[in-house]
Nanobody, 115 residues
Framework: QVRLVESGGGSVQSGGSLRLSCAAS????????MSWYRQGPGKERELVAY???????NYKDSVKGRFTISRDNVRWTLNLQMTSLKAEDTAVYYC?????????WGQGTQVTVSS
């Protein structure tokens, strides 16, 4: 069974940095695109960034230049380095993958940025 477990959230002041991690199990990790989504207060869940099996990346416009997604295909982990954080980055961040036609999600980790 696919399992995704996020860690690394917390509270920071505007301009600060955080690093999120996601540990994956239950799939041949290196073959699959991995993504970070977030859901802010009163907002719909949105795609933040994704990284393909060959390490190609794509970012939401508002995080380009501030966030970096990476993956470790040996440790089966996904990371999101977030810098220059803004209040509008406040959200629950979720790790995601699509495996055999189904979306899998972690439990989420809270990121709170105070101005």
């Amino acid at each position: 069974q696919v399992r995704l477990v996020e860690s690394g959230g917390g509270s920071v002041q505007s301009g600060g940095s955080l690093r999120l991690s996601c540990a994956a199990s239950g799939l041949n990790y290196k073959l699959y695109t991995m993504s970070w989504y977030r859901q802010g207060p009163g907002k719909e869940r949105e795609l933040v960034a994704y990284i393909t099996s060959d390490h190609s990346t794509n970012y939401k416009d508002s995080v380009k230049g501030r966030f970096t997604i990476s993956r470790d295909n040996v440790r089966w982990t996904l990371n999101l380095q977030m810098t220059s954080l803004k209040a509008e980055d406040t959200a629950v961040y979720y790790c995601n993958t699509k495996y055999k036609g189904r979306d899998y999600w972690g439990q989420g980790t809270q990121v709170t940025v105070s101005s």
